[in-house]
Protein backbone atom coordinates (compact mmCIF):
# COMPACT_ATOMS: atom_id res chain seq x y z
CA UNK A 1 0.00 0.00 0.00
CA UNK A 2 1.33 3.60 -1.10
CA UNK A 3 1.93 5.91 2.18
CA UNK A 4 0.03 8.53 -0.09
CA UNK A 5 -3.15 7.79 -2.23
CA UNK A 6 -4.87 10.21 -4.52
CA UNK A 7 -7.28 10.07 -7.22
CA UNK A 8 -5.54 10.17 -10.34
CA UNK A 9 -8.82 11.68 -12.49
CA UNK A 10 -9.24 12.49 -15.05
CA UNK A 11 -11.54 15.16 -13.67
CA UNK A 12 -13.18 17.74 -15.61
CA UNK A 13 -15.40 20.56 -14.68
CA UNK A 14 -17.61 23.17 -15.93
CA UNK A 15 -15.60 26.80 -15.49
CA UNK A 16 -17.24 28.53 -12.02
CA UNK A 17 -17.47 25.08 -10.43
CA UNK A 18 -16.20 24.22 -6.61
CA UNK A 19 -13.81 21.33 -7.48
CA UNK A 20 -12.95 19.16 -3.99
CA UNK A 21 -9.43 17.24 -4.81
CA UNK A 22 -8.23 14.89 -1.98
CA UNK A 23 -5.53 12.33 -0.50
CA UNK A 24 -5.48 10.01 1.99
CA UNK A 25 -2.40 8.68 3.54
CA UNK A 26 -1.34 6.00 6.06
CA UNK A 27 1.92 7.86 8.04
CA UNK A 28 0.56 9.72 10.97
CA UNK A 29 4.21 10.82 11.61
CA UNK A 30 2.69 13.74 8.82
CA UNK A 31 2.31 17.33 10.08
CA UNK A 32 3.22 19.19 6.88
CA UNK A 33 1.05 18.88 3.88
CA UNK A 34 1.28 20.77 0.65
CA UNK A 35 -0.45 21.15 -2.67
CA UNK A 36 1.37 21.64 -5.42
CA UNK A 37 0.27 22.57 -9.09
CA UNK A 38 1.89 21.10 -12.37
CA UNK A 39 0.95 22.60 -15.93
CA UNK A 40 1.53 20.24 -19.00
CA UNK A 41 5.05 20.10 -19.59
CA UNK A 42 6.05 21.69 -16.65
CA UNK A 43 7.46 21.35 -13.23
CA UNK A 44 5.37 20.98 -10.14
CA UNK A 45 5.02 24.64 -8.44
CA UNK A 46 4.18 25.01 -4.71
CA UNK A 47 0.48 26.23 -4.29
CA UNK A 48 -0.34 25.65 -0.85
CA UNK A 49 1.04 24.72 2.21
CA UNK A 50 -0.22 23.64 6.09
CA UNK A 51 0.70 22.75 9.38
CA UNK A 52 -0.41 19.86 11.47
CA UNK A 53 -5.10 19.86 11.75
CA UNK A 54 -6.84 23.11 10.10
CA UNK A 55 -7.97 24.83 7.22
CA UNK A 56 -6.00 27.42 5.50
CA UNK A 57 -7.28 30.02 2.56
CA UNK A 58 -5.50 31.43 -0.40
CA UNK A 59 -7.95 33.37 -3.09
CA UNK A 60 -9.60 31.37 -4.43
CA UNK A 61 -7.88 27.91 -2.75
CA UNK A 62 -8.82 26.31 0.34
CA UNK A 63 -6.14 23.82 2.05
CA UNK A 64 -8.27 21.44 4.74
CA UNK A 65 -6.40 18.83 6.56
CA UNK A 66 -8.23 16.25 8.78
CA UNK A 67 -5.95 14.51 11.01
CA UNK A 68 -7.64 12.13 12.71
CA UNK A 69 -8.90 10.63 9.60
CA UNK A 70 -5.59 11.25 7.68
CA UNK A 71 -7.32 13.17 4.68
CA UNK A 72 -6.56 16.05 2.87
CA UNK A 73 -8.63 18.40 0.76
CA UNK A 74 -8.37 21.15 -1.71
CA UNK A 75 -11.18 22.90 -2.80
CA UNK A 76 -11.11 25.69 -5.65
CA UNK A 77 -13.61 27.97 -5.68
CA UNK A 78 -15.02 29.91 -8.69
CA UNK A 79 -12.67 27.52 -11.44
CA UNK A 80 -10.97 28.42 -13.99
CA UNK A 81 -9.92 27.50 -17.45
CA UNK A 82 -6.56 28.52 -16.16
CA UNK A 83 -6.64 25.93 -12.96
CA UNK A 84 -6.22 22.98 -15.73
CA UNK A 85 -3.56 21.13 -14.26
CA UNK A 86 -2.74 18.18 -12.20
CA UNK A 87 -2.64 18.80 -8.63
CA UNK A 88 -0.16 17.07 -6.59
CA UNK A 89 -0.74 16.56 -2.86
CA UNK A 90 2.99 15.91 -0.95
CA UNK A 91 3.37 15.31 2.53
CA UNK A 92 6.21 15.68 5.45
CA UNK A 93 6.62 14.39 9.22
CA UNK A 94 8.38 17.56 11.50
CA UNK A 95 11.89 18.02 10.75
CA UNK A 96 11.72 16.47 7.36
CA UNK A 97 10.15 19.15 5.29
CA UNK A 98 12.77 18.23 2.57
CA UNK A 99 11.68 14.67 2.50
CA UNK A 100 8.48 14.70 1.00
CA UNK A 101 5.89 12.00 -0.14
CA UNK A 102 4.10 12.97 -3.07
CA UNK A 103 0.82 11.31 -3.95
CA UNK A 104 0.50 10.38 -7.81
CA UNK A 105 -1.28 13.66 -8.86
CA UNK A 106 -5.36 14.29 -10.16
CA UNK A 107 -5.36 15.51 -13.54
CA UNK A 108 -8.07 18.90 -13.47
CA UNK A 109 -9.39 19.89 -16.95
CA UNK A 110 -11.72 23.39 -16.52
CA UNK A 111 -14.27 23.62 -19.50
CA UNK A 112 -14.70 27.16 -20.33
CA UNK B 1 15.50 33.98 -17.27
CA UNK B 2 14.18 30.22 -15.38
CA UNK B 3 15.95 30.10 -11.72
CA UNK B 4 16.13 26.25 -12.13
CA UNK B 5 17.30 24.77 -15.42
CA UNK B 6 18.01 21.35 -16.81
CA UNK B 7 19.60 19.85 -19.54
CA UNK B 8 18.39 18.45 -21.80
CA UNK B 9 15.02 18.87 -21.74
CA UNK B 10 14.42 15.53 -23.83
CA UNK B 11 16.89 12.71 -24.72
CA UNK B 12 16.54 9.01 -26.31
CA UNK B 13 19.01 6.76 -25.17
CA UNK B 14 19.68 2.67 -25.53
CA UNK B 15 20.07 0.15 -23.10
CA UNK B 16 23.39 -0.10 -21.69
CA UNK B 17 24.21 3.55 -22.19
CA UNK B 18 25.95 5.96 -19.73
CA UNK B 19 23.93 9.46 -19.61
CA UNK B 20 24.17 12.77 -17.76
CA UNK B 21 21.21 15.04 -16.73
CA UNK B 22 22.02 18.26 -15.41
CA UNK B 23 20.70 20.22 -13.24
CA UNK B 24 21.96 24.81 -12.57
CA UNK B 25 19.94 27.33 -10.51
CA UNK B 26 20.35 30.43 -9.83
CA UNK B 27 18.31 31.16 -6.55
CA UNK B 28 21.25 30.65 -4.25
CA UNK B 29 20.22 27.43 -2.38
CA UNK B 30 22.24 24.66 -0.50
CA UNK B 31 19.37 22.01 -1.34
CA UNK B 32 19.02 20.42 -4.18
CA UNK B 33 17.35 17.46 -5.29
CA UNK B 34 16.44 14.94 -8.52
CA UNK B 35 13.47 13.43 -8.74
CA UNK B 36 11.56 10.77 -11.03
CA UNK B 37 8.18 10.98 -12.33
CA UNK B 38 6.17 7.89 -13.70
CA UNK B 39 2.38 8.17 -14.47
CA UNK B 40 0.34 6.92 -11.53
CA UNK B 41 3.49 6.55 -8.71
CA UNK B 42 3.60 10.31 -8.64
CA UNK B 43 7.19 12.05 -7.90
CA UNK B 44 9.56 9.87 -5.94
CA UNK B 45 13.31 10.94 -4.85
CA UNK B 46 16.46 9.80 -6.16
CA UNK B 47 19.27 11.57 -4.33
CA UNK B 48 18.98 14.81 -2.24
CA UNK B 49 22.22 17.05 -1.68
CA UNK B 50 22.67 19.83 1.63
CA UNK B 51 25.36 21.23 0.67
CA UNK B 52 28.48 20.61 -2.25
CA UNK B 53 30.04 18.09 0.60
CA UNK B 54 26.73 16.21 1.59
CA UNK B 55 25.24 13.45 -0.70
CA UNK B 56 22.32 11.39 0.32
CA UNK B 57 20.70 8.21 -1.24
CA UNK B 58 16.89 8.75 -1.58
CA UNK B 59 13.63 6.21 -2.21
CA UNK B 60 15.03 5.09 -5.45
CA UNK B 61 18.82 5.54 -5.70
CA UNK B 62 20.12 1.90 -7.05
CA UNK B 63 21.00 2.28 -11.05
CA UNK B 64 21.68 5.94 -10.34
CA UNK B 65 24.68 8.64 -9.32
CA UNK B 66 24.99 12.06 -8.51
CA UNK B 67 27.75 14.43 -8.47
CA UNK B 68 27.21 17.93 -6.80
CA UNK B 69 29.78 20.15 -9.01
CA UNK B 70 28.96 23.05 -7.05
CA UNK B 71 26.41 24.93 -5.41
CA UNK B 72 24.50 25.78 -8.28
CA UNK B 73 25.24 22.12 -10.12
CA UNK B 74 23.75 18.98 -9.35
CA UNK B 75 24.14 16.40 -12.19
CA UNK B 76 22.13 12.56 -12.14
CA UNK B 77 23.99 10.06 -14.15
CA UNK B 78 22.59 6.46 -15.18
CA UNK B 79 25.73 4.70 -15.59
CA UNK B 80 23.99 1.83 -17.39
CA UNK B 81 20.68 3.02 -18.89
CA UNK B 82 17.64 0.30 -18.69
CA UNK B 83 13.93 0.50 -20.61
CA UNK B 84 12.17 0.93 -16.94
CA UNK B 85 14.38 4.17 -16.20
CA UNK B 86 12.38 5.77 -18.69
CA UNK B 87 10.33 8.30 -17.20
CA UNK B 88 10.67 12.34 -16.64
CA UNK B 89 13.49 14.02 -14.40
CA UNK B 90 12.90 16.91 -12.19
CA UNK B 91 15.93 18.58 -10.37
CA UNK B 92 14.45 21.15 -7.46
CA UNK B 93 16.03 23.34 -5.00
CA UNK B 94 15.25 24.88 -1.59
CA UNK B 95 16.85 26.34 1.79
CA UNK B 96 15.88 25.69 4.85
CA UNK B 97 12.71 27.19 5.92
CA UNK B 98 10.91 25.30 8.94
CA UNK B 99 7.43 24.53 7.75
CA UNK B 100 7.60 27.26 5.18
CA UNK B 101 10.50 25.33 3.07
CA UNK B 102 9.44 24.98 -0.26
CA UNK B 103 11.08 23.23 -3.33
CA UNK B 104 11.34 24.58 -6.58
CA UNK B 105 11.29 22.79 -9.67
CA UNK B 106 13.13 22.71 -12.87
CA UNK B 107 11.01 21.92 -16.01
CA UNK B 108 11.88 18.14 -16.42
CA UNK B 109 13.83 16.32 -18.45
CA UNK B 110 12.26 13.30 -20.43
CA UNK B 111 14.26 10.55 -20.79
CA UNK B 112 13.21 7.52 -22.98
CA UNK B 113 15.85 4.04 -22.79
CA UNK B 114 15.18 1.93 -25.64
Known amino acids: QKEVEQDPGPLSVPEGAIVSLNCTYSNSAFQYFMWYRQYSRKGPELLMYTYSSGNKEDGRFTAQVDKSSKYISLFIRDSQPSDSATYLCAMSPPGSARQLTFGSGTQLTVLP | DADVTQTPRNRITKTGKRIMLECSQTKGHDRMYWYRQDPGLGLRLIYYSFDVKDINKGEISDGYSVSRQAQAKFSLSLESAIPNQTALYFC?????????????FGPGTRLLVL
Open chain 2, 92 to 104: ATSEPGGVKETQY
